[in-house]
């Protein structure tokens, strides 16, 4: 796939997510949350062209901070999602507005370290991007679990009478 292509994937797959998102969900708080991303970041990090090995200072340092800012983003997600009881003691989730802009600035960061890496003709790898995407997942379900757990239990509606 060419590189537009790739691009064009990569927004339609954060269209849907951020879409997913914002509808009311269920949440298995028992559910292995790490598996998915760890097989992501996994892959990712078998790639030998995840560092340019040209401009391997440059490269990394890119990684890197693509890196930090998805560990931002990750937090952000995971705290600007809501989160409650249902009646029947199951926790819910929904994002917010503000997940939606967490994701836009998630975006233009990107989009701007890649620009950064274009203009110093650093090869950058789809793999930095499922990495990233790895990092995002792990510390979003992190976040949203960990608050999770902290709600108060709900009482059975019998006990409210």
């Given at each position: 796939?060419?590189?537009i292509?790739?691009?064009?994937?990569?927004?339609?797959?954060?269209?849907?997510?951020?879409?997913?998102?914002?509808?009311?969900?269920?949440?298995?708080?028992?559910?292995?949350?790490?598996?998915?991303?760890?097989?992501?970041?996994?892959?990712?990090?078998?790639?030998?062209?995840?560092?340019?090995?040209?401009?391997?200072?440059l490269?990394?340092?890119?990684?890197?901070?693509?890196?930090?800012?998805?560990?931002?983003?990750?937090?952000?997600?995971?705290?600007?999602?809501?989160?409650?009881?249902?009646?029947?003691?199951?926790?819910?989730?929904?994002?917010?507005?503000?997940t939606?802009?967490?994701?836009?600035?998630?975006?233009?960061?990107?989009?701007?370290?890649?620009?950064?890496?274009?203009?110093?003709?650093?090869?950058?790898?789809?793999?930095?991007?499922?990495?990233?995407?790895?990092?995002?997942?792990?510390?979003?379900?992190?976040?949203?679990?960990?608050?999770?757990?902290?709600?108060e239990?709900?009482?059975?509606?019998a006990?409210?009478?």
């Amino acid at each position: 796939m060419g590189s537009i292509t790739n691009i064009l994937v990569g927004l339609a797959v954060v269209v849907l997510v951020v879409q997913r998102q914002m509808r009311v969900q269920r949440l298995d708080t028992e559910r292995r949350f790490w598996l998915l991303p760890l097989i992501l970041g996994a892959l990712a990090l078998r790639d030998p062209r995840l560092v340019d090995h040209q401009h391997t200072a440059l490269s990394a340092g890119l990684l890197a901070a693509g890196l930090v800012a998805v560990l931002a983003m990750g937090t952000a997600w995971g705290w600007t999602v809501r989160i409650w009881r249902d009646s029947d003691g199951s926790v819910l989730v929904k994002g917010t507005r503000a997940t939606v802009a967490a994701w836009c600035g998630m975006i233009a960061v990107r989009i701007g370290l890649y620009a950064v890496g274009a203009a110093l003709h650093v090869h950058q790898a789809g793999s930095s991007l499922m990495l990233g995407m790895a990092v995002l997942l792990l510390v979003r379900s992190f976040v949203v679990n960990w608050r999770a757990r902290s709600l108060e239990p709900s009482r059975p509606a019998a006990a409210l009478h």
